[in-house]
């Protein structure tokens, strides 16, 4: 005996009923299916949340009126945001599908949806995302893999050049030998993110995080070489400020031009290095003054996150969450940096929290790996002569156990969560 199509068997799940049948799919403001899935839920006889009416039912569920008894069209959801088809039902299942291509597919053999609906969806979802990060799916190509390599090279060859003939050059050929590289790199980028290819799309955000590092290098050779206003590189705070910061300027540009992972990088990279200029400002580098900042720039940035201000949202908390991780930890080495190390775990806990609470594993990782390395150097900072090296290493390798266990419940009850 054949099975029947997974379409003619979701449509026919409660016998004859087929438009009792509801379907959801959510995606995020990058395109991509939110928790990689999409859930259905069919009124089965019993189900305490659908007892009763379609209506009183699809009240109980929170379910929008899409596929209940045919009483709502396509067009009716798609105008609010990018396919968005019923929020979950409580007892529903839930079925991975990697991208709208197969959601369409699928309601088009289930006769959900007419062709022209299609049309007009896929419309919407290019429109919506264009410039944003790219529909999943997509794997990269010959030409993705070769722009990728030629940037590297590129790379490569300025930094060759560098290191054999730089002694040779003259100042104006040392600026051109690292501003032309650079002009290059942001000209690609724009010109390659124009592209409605999604594999040239990434090569171009990829070309852009070099170009943020190359122009680094621009201003700290033009200032190296003539000196504007009396801001030079060597023995000089302004010149590195001046460096960084016009770093995390550009840094912070491209990604408001096109907000993907490069950008979100390039930028955090920037930000830290910024933090680092700014504690070299007094006569002694104060570590206090570069972690704390480079702290405030990961709340900030973590904040930004939360609010779904700043995108995409897994780097974005990836990146800023390690900030927040980081700033104390620097800090803490000092001489009186007890409490800067004592904040270490106070983030490591935040982090943890958040991850709960927001159901992210990326928070729940930092935060238990930031608990850790705090532990770890706390203990070989204050307990190594009293417990001796053996004792601390069989106190952090449990740790790193309770650590690793418990990532995988949080990550586990994350799972559970989501499903239900």
Not at 140 to 147: C, Q, T, V, Y
Not at 341 to 348: I, N, Q
């Amino acid at each position: 005996m054949t099975s029947a199509p997974r379409s003619q068997r979701i449509i026919e799940a409660n016998g004859p009923a087929s438009t009792q049948v509801r379907s959801r799919m959510r995606t995020s403001s990058s395109g991509r299916d939110t928790g990689g899935s999409g859930e259905r839920c069919c009124r089965l006889k019993g189900h305490p949340n659908h007892r009763g009416d379609a209506a009183s039912a699809k009240a109980r569920c929170g379910l929008h009126p899409l596929l209940a008894n045919g009483e709502s069209s396509p067009e009716q959801v798609f105008r609010s945001g990018p396919l968005v088809l019923v929020p979950r039902c409580p007892r529903g299942y839930r079925v991975r599908m990697p991208d709208v291509e197969e959601h369409l597919e699928l309601w088009l053999e289930a006769g959900v949806i007419h062709d022209s609906d299609a049309q007009r969806i896929r419309a919407f979802e290019r429109q919506h995302h264009a410039g944003s990060a790219q529909p999943s799916g997509e794997r990269p190509g010959a030409i993705e893999a070769l722009l990728y390599l030629g940037v590297v090279v590129v790379s490569v060859g300025v930094f060759a050049l560098i290191e054999q003939r730089w002694p040779d050059l003259d100042s104006w050929a040392r600026v051109m030998a690292i501003g032309v590289p650079t002009l290059l790199a942001l000209a690609l980028g724009a010109a390659l993110h124009a592209n409605d290819e999604p594999g040239l799309n990434r090569a171009g955000q990829l070309a852009w995080f070099v170009a943020v590092g190359l122009f680094a290098g621009f201003v700290a050779i033009f200032l190296n070489e003539y000196e504007p206003a009396g801001i030079g590189i060597e023995d000089n705070a302004d010149g590195l400020l001046t460096v960084m910061s016009a770093a995390a300027g550009l840094g912070l540009i491209l990604w408001v031009v096109s907000p993907a992972h490069p950008q979100v990088l390039a930028l955090g990279a920037a930000l830290f290095a910024l933090g680092q200029a700014v504690g070299n400002w007094p006569d002694e580098f104060s570590q206090v003054l570069a972690g704390m900042l480079i702290f405030g720039f990961g709340a900030a940035g973590l904040a930004l996150t939360e609010a779904r201000m700043m995108r995409p949202r897994f780097s974005g908390r990836l990146v800023f969450a390690v900030l927040c991780a980081v700033g104390p930890y620097e800090a803490g080495f000092t001489d009186n940096g007890m409490v800067f190390e004592l904040l270490v775990f106070a983030v490591g806990g935040a982090l943890i929290a958040m991850g709960v609470v927001r159901a992210s594993f990326t928070l729940l990782a930092v935060g238990v790996i930031a608990s850790f390395v705090g532990l770890v150097t706390f203990i070989f900072e204050h307990f190594e002569e009293s417990l001796g090296a053996p004792v601390a290493l069989m106190i952090s390798g449990g740790a790193l156990i309770a650590g690793v266990l418990l990532l995988a419940r949080l990550r586990s009850a994350e799972h559970i969560r989501r499903l239900r």
